[in-house]
Structure formats: structure tokens, C-alpha cells
């Protein structure tokens, strides 16, 4: 699986979850190289660095309850300090196993983002909003918005942009996407994300 530098794209974590169908095969693969703990799922784990940067990912492979199908979640985060245990079975080799499932992949994923210090940017509703006509008001300020896009009934997407206390923005992504299991995976993830995002934080992001 190919690497994502996350501070290059102002990223601070990445998750996303998808269900398949395993055969005995797959399966089997997968428990060998990650047997399964006491609650029955298969942990695989990744620490490394890029350019410096710290980044953790683990991925666990579940299966649902009543059915056939396995979910798989993965985690990505920048900065942890965490590492990998020795011994433990890789995320990349996850994909490895799994690279041979042909289907497309229908995936829900959420993109965490952060942006300040000496950056500049620009989002698409200055916040703070200060509210100045309403002295009586329980609040003064709206420091955070939530937008949602559909397609029809379906959802598409939605966007969560907030300051923290510094002033600081934070975005928060939350999107679902159609994907194939190949070695491109979180690089096609990250560039949907991406491309979400810069629809509501611009200028000098990366």
C-alpha cells in the first residue's frame, strides 16, 4: 500500500470502514498471519515515519453479527506516539491479502484536518460569527458550522468546519466512496477527501 505524507495535506487522521465477503481462503490467510483475539477479530498494525512524521494505523477485520460478511475498519493518525508491537502483522499486508477481490467496494470514510500556525486560508463562512444585535443572546459567537450535501435522497457528503480555542479550523470530512483494493487505496481516499475539502478551506493548505 502506498504512503501518504498526512502533514503534507494538513491531515491529522483518517478512518474508514468497509464490509466484504471472505472466502475460506482469504480468510484463513488472514488468520494465519493475524490470529484472531479474544473478542474474534484480526488486529493488523502499522507505525512509520515520512519526511519525520510520525504516522500509526491499525486495521481490524470483524465479522458481523448474523451474517457472512466481515467488516474491516482502519485508522490512520499523525503525530502518535504509539508504535507497532513487535510481531504484529502489518495493514500493508492486510491489503496484500485482501488485493485479490475484484468488486468494488463501497467505503464510508471520515478525514480529520487541521489548519493553523503561520498558514493562511480561507473558508467559506468566516467564523467567528459574532453575534452584535442580540445583547441578550446566550451565546456571542458561532465558532463552528455544519454542512451536508446530497444527491437526491442519497447522501454525498458532509463537512464539519470548527476553531478551536487558538483559532485554529478544524475540518472534519465525512464521505462515502467506491473504491478498488489496490495499492492505491489511501492515496485515492485522501485525493477524494481532498477534493471535498478544498470546496470549503482554501489558500495556503499544503
Not at 502506498?2 to 474508514?16: A, P, S
Not at 480555542?165 to 495499492?183: A, G, H, Q, W, Y
Request: glycine share 6%; hydrophobic share 40%; net charge positive.
Amino acid at each position: 500500500m502506498k504512503q501518504v505524507n498526512f502533514k503534507e495535506f494538513n491531515i491529522t487522521g483518517l478512518r474508514f470502514t468497509f464490509w466484504v465477503d471472505l472466502t475460506d481462503d482469504l480468510l484463513e490467510k488472514i488468520q494465519s498471519v493475524a490470529p484472531p483475539d479474544k473478542d474474534g477479530r484480526c488486529v493488523f498494525v502499522d507505525s512509520y515515519k515520512i519526511d519525520n512524521v510520525s504516522h500509526f494505523a491499525v486495521a481490524l477485520v470483524s465479522k458481523s453479527k448474523g451474517e457472512r460478511r466481515y467488516r474491516i475498519g482502519v485508522m490512520w493518525e499523525r503525530e502518535r506516539l504509539t508504535r507497532a508491537g513487535k510481531g504484529r502483522a502489518s495493514v500493508s499486508k492486510l491489503f496484500e491479502i485482501i488485493s485479490c477481490i475484484k468488486e468494488e467496494i463501497a467505503v464510508k470514510c471520515t478525514l480529520r484536518l487541521s489548519f493553523g500556525g503561520t498558514r493562511k486560508y480561507k473558508t467559506i463562512i468566516n467564523l467567528p460569527i459574532k453575534i452584535t444585535d442580540m445583547p441578550e443572546s446566550i451565546y456571542d459567537e458561532i465558532h463552528g458550522m455544519h454542512f451536508v450535501k446530497r444527491e437526491g435522497e442519497l447522501f454525498r457528503y458532509d463537512v464539519i468546519l470548527d476553531l478551536d480555542p487558538d483559532r485554529s479550523l478544524r475540518e472534519i470530512i465525512t464521505f462515502r466512496k467506491v473504491i478498488n483494493m489496490n495499492e492505491s487505496i489511501l492515496e485515492d481516499v485522501v485525493r477524494e477527501g481532498m477534493g471535498i475539502s478544498d470546496g470549503f478551506v482554501s489558500g495556503e493548505k499544503r
